[in-house]
């Protein structure tokens, strides 16, 4: 049974440059969430998709953009990326929660480490 | 707001030794809260999920306990041994959302 799935796993890009990361959810799961970890800090939400749709999203400039494609599976992209974009971009999937029965557990990849240079 | 707090920062012990790591929250109208262990530079390995119905959950040496109502949760490590060095992360929904909030987490390392 396939965990998440991350690629790549490292990138170097330049200032002002444009990156997308890509990710596989776990077999089963229908819903993918983004999260940026800066060194020592703790994992903070860019966003959720489910259905194809932005579902909801953190405290990110318009810079951060996703996907989801019919296949559960989902790209971010970063435009114009600055050095404070350097950090360890973690995907997690879950299945669909609910207003009721709140967010459903989180499984992670292993990580695209982005360095800007 | 929900905000996660992680006490303490850091932490070493030798080997054998039972520790316990601290995860506080805010608001305490959470449906679950996660913890999660992290190796240098890897993604997040999920360890135990306590639901809010629940006050605690096991599994091999490690046991997790909730307490709503004074916003804490605690990690118990039983006979910590060096494979278990990494940093542990807790996470709490916010509430009406779907996002986690994590905690900056502890780093532990278990001296041999």
């Known amino acids: 049974d396939a965990g998440v799935t991350q690629s790549p796993t490292h990138l170097i890009k330049t200032r002002g440059q444009q990156v997308t990361l890509r990710c596989s959810p776990k077999?089963?799961?229908?819903?993918v969430s983004w999260y940026q970890q800066a060194l020592g800090q703790g994992p903070q939400f860019i966003f959720q998709y489910y259905e194809e749709e932005e579902r909801q999203r953190g405290n990110f400039p318009d810079r951060f953009s996703g996907h989801q494609f019919p296949n559960y599976s989902s790209e971010l992209n970063v435009n114009a990326l600055l050095l404070g974009d350097s950090a360890l971009y973690l995907c997690a999937s879950s299945l669909v929660g609910t207003g009721m029965s709140g967010p459903s557990p989180l499984h992670f990849g292993n990580g695209t480490r982005l360095t800007v240079t | 707001k929900q905000e996660v707090t992680q006490i303490p920062a850091a932490l070493s012990v030798p080997e054998g030794e039972n520790l316990v790591l601290n995860c506080s929250f805010t608001?305490?109208?959470?449906?679950?809260l996660q913890w999660f262990r992290q190796d240098p530079g890897k993604g997040l390995t999920s360890l135990l999920l306590?639901?809010?119905?629940?006050r605690e959950q096991t599994s091999g040496r490690l046991n997790a306990s909730l307490d709503k109502s004074s916003g804490r949760s605690t990690l118990y490590i039983a006979a910590s041994q060096p494979g278990d060095s990494a940093t542990y992360l807790c996470a709490a929904p916010a509430s009406g959302t779907y996002k986690y909030i994590f905690g900056t987490g502890t780093r532990l390392k278990v001296l041999a």
């Open positions: 608001d305490s109208a959470i449906y679950n």
């Open positions: 077999s089963g799961h229908d819903t």
């Open positions: 306590i639901q809010s119905s629940q």
